[in-house]
């Protein structure tokens, strides 16, 4: 006897990873910054410059890593994973009511809960920047002649990845995996570095 044909699998596919550039750079030639500066204390530096040297690396290398290299969005079809400097939230598409972009970009679920998408900045130069080219490609559009700004997206970056996000968000809604309640976990191994060294450089300092 044939056992019933179970029905295809859906595909599965990888997430889409949204960061800042710009943070990324930023958080880079800030870590090399504080390692100078850190570094040269802590084998520079008499009496107590070096504890105080590395003290201060604890609490500021972590900090630097998690405004900066740690803020991402993930998202695929059922569900969206927003990794912010000291908490990672995760939301299935069904928990989710609106995704919008103001003064910064978030996602607010059904019962009113906001999550801020820090590695989804909003820009406003970058917003003015792209209404002046789709005011141009309207004008030269309706003088009947076409433009390179008109081949261009006249869209900011930021506000291009919200358009991505709220759209996977009304495709996800109805899917039977992307249903769940929003899971929240806060980022220990950035926040316990920080705890140590805050206290180890106050006691330092105390004792001084």
Partial sequence: MKSPQQPPA??????????????????????ALTAWIGGDAVFQGEGRAPWIGIAGLVVLVPLIVAFTLRP?????????RIRNPFRTITVPWAAVARVRAGYTSEVVTQVGAKYQLWAVPVSLRQR????????KAARDEARGRGSDSAA???????????????????QGASRPSAKGEPQVRWAYEV??????GAIALVVLLAVG
């Fill in 191 to 196: 926040i316990g570095p920080v705890a140590v």
């Fill in 128 to 135: 003015k920047i792209a209404a002046r080219r789709q005011a």
């Fill in 152 to 170: 261009d997206s006249p869209v900011a970056p930021g506000d291009r990845t919200i358009a991505e996000l709220r759209e996977l968000a009304e």
């Fill in 72 to 80: 991402a969005v993930f998202a695929n079809d059922d569900r969206i």
């Fill in 10 to 31: 859906e595909p599965v596919y990888a997430d889409r990873a949204y960061r800042s550039l710009s943070a990324l750079m930023g958080g880079v030639l800030l870590l």
